[in-house]
């Protein structure tokens, strides 16, 4: 317990100095490119996701899950990963002409060109992170990380301010991700594991076989929107709708941390040591949702200051999308504990069978909601698929772990009252809070002071100027 908790604390620390430097990043370079630049990433990425997917056929979940691990192992696992990796770095620079011509970019050329390269320089450092977190040991994992994010952060500021545009991510992902993979060879200099082999693949497979294909289901569904809305209405429309889920995730992130990379390791643990998982996957659900379900209720009140404060003012069409989408997010309160619970229980096919029951017709529902009705309606669709994917993803939960219902309501119950209790206005009609935004964060019409006042039974927006 006590190397949990010491991992949890090096583990938390470190996604939360994640956490600052993205946003940091987010709100510096959202200021210097227009979202129309930004668009042309989100596309590239949307289509790298999925592409990427194809990796997760030789998943690192394998060498954190398998009871006992052998050099041939990790060898097969690095081997079949490189692979992988060499046939989508080829894919994407071979298909970046066609796609380029498919959404009017001519700029995704560039981009496939240079994170091709950046997919290679992962794939070395992948399999010491797997053997890093199956060993608890998160004091280098977090050196790792930290070190590649804090190099990609300001790689990317410095480009975007030199003039490289959409290209300031691709080259700073080159950049930050050389420095991680040099990183961890230097804590782990074991190029044994990088010596191609073949052997006990089978097993692999069979376990990255289920994996891949839910990765690959999970990463389509979630690119969908992005795709459609770079081809159908524009890439400022997809630039808005993914920094929309850029927002959405900050209560996430802040009350999660860095739990769930401890979560998949320790859940494998106590299975391997034949204790029950039913225990603390219901006091890891009353503790998550007594602290996301209040910060994403916040979140929709505060949308308006939060996007301005994050983003700018030239991001402010993303608020109301901001507002439907953190509603949808309530139900998403066991998605993070799922997949790791499930796996450390081997019960890897039934993720599967999960992801082809909810990903396929939630895939369908988005794609009408954009096709008929853009943005608005791609958000609030995720009112609808939310909902659908936690009922699903419950029942397989509760099948294997043997909980009720009345089990998973008693969690989570005190949490939902404090959640209302979070999202109740003031008890006077005057009776009000204000949100004091900093000066650079206010549109140029009203540089000296902006906030939220509850006015008279709903929120106002409101600036020194005369808006409300």
């Not at 289509?47 to 097969?76: N, W």
């Not at 603390?280 to 209720?297: E, K, N, R, V």
């Not at 505060?302 to 509603?327: F, K, N, R, S, T």
């Amino acid at each position: 317990m006590l190397s949990v908790k010491r991992a949890l604390l090096m583990s938390t620390g470190e996604r939360y100095f994640l956490l600052v430097s993205n946003f940091v990043t987010a709100a510096l370079v959202s200021r210097i490119l227009t979202p129309e630049e930004i668009g042309v990433s989100v596309i590239a990425m949307a289509i790298l996701a999925i592409a990427m997917s194809v990796r997760e056929f030789s998943s690192s979940s394998f060498l954190i899950q398998r009871e006992k691990i052998s050099r041939e192992d990790i060898r097969g696992a690095f081997t079949v990963m490189f692979i992988l990796t060499g046939i989508i770095a080829v894919f994407l620079v071979a298909a970046s002409p066609f796609l380029a011509g498919f959404y009017g970019e001519p700029n995704l050329v560039p981009y496939f060109r240079v994170v091709s390269v950046c997919l290679f320089l992962d794939a070395f450092s992948i399999p010491i992170n797997a053997l890093l977190r199956r060993e608890m040991q998160f004091g280098k994992v977090a050196a790792i990380s930290i070190a590649g994010a804090a190099t990609g952060s300001v790689a990317t500021i410095s480009f975007a301010l030199a003039g490289f545009s959409y290209m300031s991510f691709a080259w700073a992902w080159l950049i930050g991700g050389t420095m991680a993979v040099g990183l961890a060879v230097a804590m782990r200099p074991h190029l044994w594991m990088f010596k191609p082999s073949f052997r006990n693949w089978r097993e692999m497979i069979a376990f990255g076989g289920y994996n891949g294909a839910i990765a690959m289901l999970y990463r389509i569904f979630d690119a969908l929107p992005l795709l459609l809305l770079g081809r159908l209405v524009s890439p400022h429309a997809a630039a808005l709708f993914s920094r929309t889920s850029m927002i959405c995730t900050i209560p996430d992130k802040l009350v999660l941390g860095g739990a769930m990379t401890v979560v998949l390791p320790a859940f494998s643990t106590e299975v391997r040591q034949g204790r029950d998982l039913k225990r603390p996957y219901l006091a890891a659900l009353s503790l998550i949702t007594a602290l996301h379900w209040p910060g994403l209720l916040v979140l929709c009140v505060l949308a308006y200051p939060a996007v301005d404060i994050v983003l700018g003012p030239q991001w402010i069409e993303a608020a109301p999308l901001v507002q439907v989408v953190a509603i949808a997010l309530l139900f998403s309160f066991s998605f993070e504990l799922n997949y790791p619970v499930m796996v450390a229980m081997g019960s890897i096919r039934d993720l599967f069978i999960r992801a082809m029951i909810v990903f396929p017709l939630s895939g369908i529902l988005m794609a009408a909601a954009v096709c008929l009705g853009g943005m608005q309606a791609a958000a609030w669709c995720m009112l609808l698929t939310m909902p659908f994917q936690a009922y699903v993803a419950l029942s397989f939960v509760r099948r294997r772990l043997g909980l009720r219902r009345r089990d998973i309501a008693a969690a989570v119950w005190k949490s939902a009252i404090v959640s209302m209790l979070t999202a109740v206005p003031p008890p006077r009609r005057h009776l009000g809070f204000r949100f004091w935004l900093r000066p650079f964060a206010c549109p140029s019409s009203c540089r000296r002071i902006a906030g939220v006042r509850w006015m008279g039974g709903r929120i106002g927006y409101y600036t020194t100027s005369g808006g409300g």
